[in-house]
Antibody
Framework: EVQLVESGGGLVQPGGSLRLSCVAS????????MHWVRQAPGKGMVWVSRIDPDGSTTYADFVKGRFTISRDNAKNTLFLQMNSLRAEDTAVYYC?????????WGQGTLVTVSS | DIVMTQSPDSLAVSLGERATINCKSS????????????LAWYQQKPGQPPKLLIY???TRESGVPDRFSGSGSGTDFTLTISSLQAEDVAVYYCQQYYTPPWTFGQGTKLEIK
């Protein structure tokens, strides 16, 4: 059974940093495109970033220069380093595995940016 | 970016009746290999992550009841629930995964009439 488990969320002050992790199990993690998608409270879903199996990355304009996606294939883990956090970054962050389509979603981790 | 527009924003249907949700993309989401439209549908209940129902426009995810079906092509797509059950109350989203940034519809809230 494929599982994606996120962690690392929490309460952070504006301007602060957090590092999210997503551990994958049940498949060969290194072969897949991985994404982060977020959902602000009561709102719809918004794509954040992607990392390809070869390590190439893509970002939404609103996180460019602030967020960095990375992966450790040896540990089956996806990361999202989030710096210069803003109140509008408050959301549940989901990691998503794509096998040509968005096949698996994690349960999400809540990030709250507030003073 | 590809804009995904769902209609209606909310929908109330009687138990056992058909529910239809529409989704329109601002441009084609036709993938080259496989030659299929890169369109997915999700169901989301409060406090839960989105649940994948349909991908490649009409392929039902394993374990999803066959009362859920997807159709469409080009830029117009539809999710149909053939006979609404109480457990289908949720918000439904369409998504294009043809190209980053992935984009989602604004959601359709489905309720029981």
């Amino acid at each position: 059974e494929v599982q994606l488990v996120e962690s690392g969320g929490g309460l952070v002050q504006p301007g602060g940093s957090l590092r999210l992790s997503c551990v994958a199990s049940g498949l060969t993690f290194s072969s897949y495109w991985m994404h982060w998608v977020r959902q602000a409270p009561g709102k719809g879903m918004v794509w954040v970033s992607r990392i390809d199996p070869d390590g190439s990355t893509t970002y939404a304009d609103f996180v460019k220069g602030r967020f960095t996606i990375s992966r450790d294939n040896a540990k089956n883990t996806l990361f999202l380093q989030m710096n210069s956090l803003r109140a509008e970054d408050t959301a549940v962050y989901y990691c998503v595995l794509s096998s040509g389509f968005p096949a698996y979603w994690g349960q999400g981790t809540l990030v709250t940016v507030s003073s | 970016d590809i804009v995904m527009t769902q209609s209606p924003d909310s929908l109330a249907v009687s138990l056992g009746e058909r529910a239809t949700i529409n989704c329109k993309s601002s441009q084609s989401v036709l993938h080259s290999s496989p030659t299929k439209d890169s369109l997915a549908w999700y169901q989301q209940k409060p406090g839960q992550p989105p649940k994948l129902l349909i991908y490649w426009t009409s392929t039902r995810e394993s374990g999803v009841p066959d009362r859920f079906s997807g159709s469409g092509s080009g830029t117009d797509f539809t999710l149909t629930i053939s006979s609404l059950q109480a457990e289908d109350v949720a918000v439904y989203y369409c998504q294009q995964y043809y190209t980053p940034p992935w984009t989602f519809g604004q959601g359709t809230k489905l309720e029981i009439k």
